[in-house]
């Protein structure tokens, strides 16, 4: 199977970009549905491309290609564990996309509401293989505008609302470019699918011509089109590429469907001069039949597609560059002004689109300014080497203007432009010294972003090929209609205002998006700090048998600066402890690995060696973190040890809230000790003893962020461990009264143990 770059439905227009030798994008079509597989592993595509058999459904197979692929490998674990891929599919059947990803960028669409969404999705290979099935994300087509899929950091650029006007890979890699490689690398390995839904067709107008071989005819049937685009469109510009590329086409369908001739064929007629003959001589006996048809989207799409119904030709040397005056010039010239521009049914069927919707409304910007007061802001240069028509000029537009710097031929224009650096240029094409083309490209070499305006007669089509190649940026045709001009300055001046406040909201989007990448960069580094702290957690309640244990553990950052183990010591004894390191984040949350650490390998190694003893822990412990804390740092603790045969209690507390004891006495026991928290320099160790009369009883141990509320505080918590003999209903309770679980502004962690005779 052929990978194409470009698929065309009723319903959407999809092109791949892929500036590498082995792509790393395929698509394919099967029935009603357009399967694309993007990897950064070209052997994945590969094999894919060959091994892909459909069977009864779409997730059937890929079951199969993965099963294979891992049979093929022998280790899904090294390489279907690693696999990164999407896979997307179109299903014009079930109006809906299916999407998939594993370890890729997530796919981006723009709905018919302009917005721009990210459709999140992760899957393991191995773990669909284990469960025979595909979980797709779907999305229904029809609510989609556009959709972009990458195989690097694209879906991260911050296209903003300027994806709103991306149609074709054309455009997205012109506002790569225009982003910069401070964002992305552009070299490195850029691959990309962009599809574009077609939505709803607001107008279609088709055209058939059956004809002879007059070129009189083909003539006459670009009046009528021109004629049919003007009453459409507004903007001279887009109108005259439009026409140009229109006429280019029906030139080659004229002479590819009508006159049997290809592209070297018309080379060789033209080299010799017989080309003309040639036309006189076929005249008489060729007829064929050139359709048109064109058709405007509501989504602001203007597609015009043109069949000849010839034999076809090489596509290929219509996309070079042109290589002599005789043949291919405007062909070449069209890929480069329509946005996009490709050839089916052997070159028989050309088909391109120009994207027409923001020609009065050119960007989603709030300008918050008149049109007058925008083009009264102007500095013009006026350039015409007749004086009636510079002096008429001059008069309809010197009070409509800031400045008007006028020049009588294109030496003196340029002068004047590299003098006072106008605004736009607005120049005359047939000029001594110096005519406009001459002048246009001048300028443009200087400042590229000027506009400059012709103001010429623009069904000429060899002026359009010149001034397109050396940059006009619009055409006003002569005699100047003054409704027109004012329009053209209004277009001029819009544009440099959205332009200057397109890149003001570009470094500002810089700016945030290169906050964001550091946010995000530092947030997956915290996640997996996180993840590292929490293994450092023991928590082994399942392993003591005769008590039963529940735990509430919640940091306010992804780093936290609690910690707490619950471990088992043997049948009878077992130690609970608790971390409260001074504040929050990365600060906070080494002194609280620090100490976990430390205290399950202390713990590990006196369980080897001779034995657990509570007063030689906590005087190692306070001795190694006393290495680690700032001067000023502060550190809370509790270590509780219960002996739960004869129900004996050895405990310490520095800081922390005292350990709650409810015997089922009718009495609440606050177990305090006489330590504040712990501090640098700190020595003192005074472990506390207490035994428990009653066979059934529950204790409460908990950090100092639990109750540290103005609307919930120790005391508080004294009362709902007395109102609530199980654990849920306590947690419950905490979060119902202080809002805590939501407003949470300190680590919370607690350790609730009970025991039933």
């Given at each position: ?40 592993d ?12 459909i ?19 022998n ?21 809906k996309?299916?999407y ?45 505008s556009?959709?972009?899929?990458s ?6 650029v ?14 997205l ?13 552009l ?27 007059k ?12 004629s049919l685009?003007?009453?459409y ?17 029906l ?13 070297k ?54 996309k ?10 405007g ?12 050839f089916q049914n ?20 709030s300008?918050?300014?008149s049109g007058?007061?925008?083009v ?5 240069l ?11 000029f001059?008069?309809?537009?010197k ?37 406009g ?12 972003q ?47 205002h ?34 590292k702290?929490?293994?450092?957690i023991?928590?082994e309640?399942e ?44 600060v ?6 620090l ?45 509780f040890?219960l ?33 504040s ?63 805590v ?17």
């Amino acid at each position: 199977m052929k990978n194409r770059t470009s698929f065309l439905r009723d319903s959407f227009f999809l092109e791949i970009h892929d500036n590498i030798a082995i792509p790393l994008i395929y698509s394919f079509e099967v029935e009603n549905a357009l399967v694309s597989i993007a990897s950064t592993d070209s052997y994945f595509i590969k094999f894919a491309r060959s091994n892909l058999k459909i069977s009864d459904t779409l997730e059937s197979s890929l079951l199969e290609l993965f099963s294979l692929f891992d049979e093929k490998n022998n280790s899904v674990d090294s390489v279907l564990g690693n696999l990164s891929f999407q896979i997307m599919v179109i299903d014009e059947r079930e109006n809906k996309i299916k999407y998939i990803t594993c370890d890729m960028p997530n796919i981006q669409i723009v709905n018919i509401e302009n917005r721009l969404i990210e459709l999140e999705g992760n899957a393991r290979v191995f773990d669909m293989i284990k469960k025979q099935e595909i979980l797709y994300i779907t999305y229904p087509l029809s609510q989609i505008s556009k959709i972009l899929l990458s195989t690097n950091r694209i879906s991260q650029v911050p296209f903003s609302r300027d994806f709103n006007n991306i149609f074709s890979k054309k455009d997205l890699i012109s506002q790569l470019d225009e982003i910069g490689e401070d964002i992305i690398d552009l070299s490195n390995d850029l691959s990309f699918l962009l599809c574009n839904a077609n939505i709803g067709k607001d107008i279609e107008l088709n055209r058939v011509y059956k004809i002879d071989a007059k070129i009189s005819n083909i003539e006459n049937i670009e009046r009528e089109l021109e004629s049919l685009l003007e009453s459409y469109f507004d903007n001279a510009t887009l109108n005259a590429k439009t026409i140009l590329t229109i006429n280019e086409l029906l030139l080659n369908a004229y002479e590819h469907g009508v006159l049997r001739i290809d592209g070297k064929k018309k080379q060789e007629l033209m080299e010799e001069g017989l080309y003309d003959d040639h036309l006189l001589r076929v005249e008489q006996g060729n007829v064929g039949v050139i359709e048109v048809c064109i058709t405007f989207y509501k989504s602001g799409i203007l597609k015009v597609s043109i069949d000849d119904f010839g034999d076809g030709f090489d596509l290929e040397t219509l996309k070079l560059p042109a290589k002599s005056e005789y043949r291919g010039r405007g062909i070449s010239m069209s890929y480069n002004i329509v946005n996009s521009l490709f050839f089916q049914n052997n070159g028989s069927r050309a088909i391109f689109f120009v994207n027409y919707s923001n020609t009065n409304d050119m960007e989603d910007i709030s300008l918050n300014i008149s049109g007058e007061e925008l083009v009264k802001s102007l500095k013009v240069l006026y350039v015409e080497d007749d004086k009636i028509i510079r002096d008429i000029f001059t008069t309809l537009i010197k009070n409509r203007i800031k400045i008007l710097y006028s020049a009588k031929d294109g030496n003196e224009g340029l002068n004047k432009f590299q003098k006072y650096h106008p605004d736009v240029v607005i120049t005359d094409v047939n000029m001594p010294y110096m005519n406009g083309i001459e002048l246009c490209r001048a300028i443009k070499k200087i400042s590229p972003q000027t506009p400059v305006i012709f103001t010429t007669a623009y069904h000429n089509h060899g002026l359009i090929y010149d001034s397109l190649e050396v940059g006009v940026d619009k055409f006003l045709a002569k005699p100047i209609d003054i409704l027109k001009l004012k329009n053209a300055l209004f277009q001029v001046s819009k544009k440099l205002h959205i332009k200057a406040k397109k890149e003001s909201n570009k470094r500002y989007e810089y700016n945030i998006y290169s906050l964001r990448e550091k946010t995000l960069s530092s947030m997956a580094e915290e996640k997996l700090a996180s993840k590292k702290q929490k293994l450092i957690i023991r928590d082994e309640k399942e392993l003591i048998e005769n008590l039963k244990i529940e735990s509430f553990y919640r940091p306010v950052e992804i780093l936290g600066g609690d910690s707490y183990g619950v471990c088992k010591l043997d049948e009878n004894f077992s130690l609970f402890y608790l971390i409260d390191a001074m504040g929050s984040g990365i600060v906070a949350s080494t002194t609280a690995v620090l100490s976990s650490s430390f205290i399950n390998r202390s713990i590990d190694i006196s369980k080897k060696r001779d034995g657990f003893v509570l007063e030689r822990l906590v005087k190692d412990y306070m001795e190694f973190i006393d290495n680690y804390m700032l001067e000023d740092e502060i550190l809370s603790f509790t270590f509780f040890l219960l002996d739960s045969s004869k129900n004996e209690i050895s405990y310490i507390n520095y800081g922390n809230f005292p350990p709650l004891l409810d015997d089922f006495s009718g009495e609440i026991f606050e177990l305090k000790g006489s330590n504040s928290p712990f501090r640098k320099g700190d020595s003192s160790a005074l472990i506390l003893r207490r035994r428990v009369d009653s066979r059934s009883y529950r204790v409460l141990l908990s950090t100092s962020g639990v109750a540290q509320s103005e609307n919930f505080g120790y005391r508080d918590l004294l009362k709902s461990f007395h109102k609530h003999s199980d654990f849920p209903k306590l947690l419950e309770d905490i979060k119902s009264n202080l809002s805590v679980y939501r407003k949470l502004q300190n680590d919370m962690t607690m350790i609730y143990i009970s025991k039933e005779s």
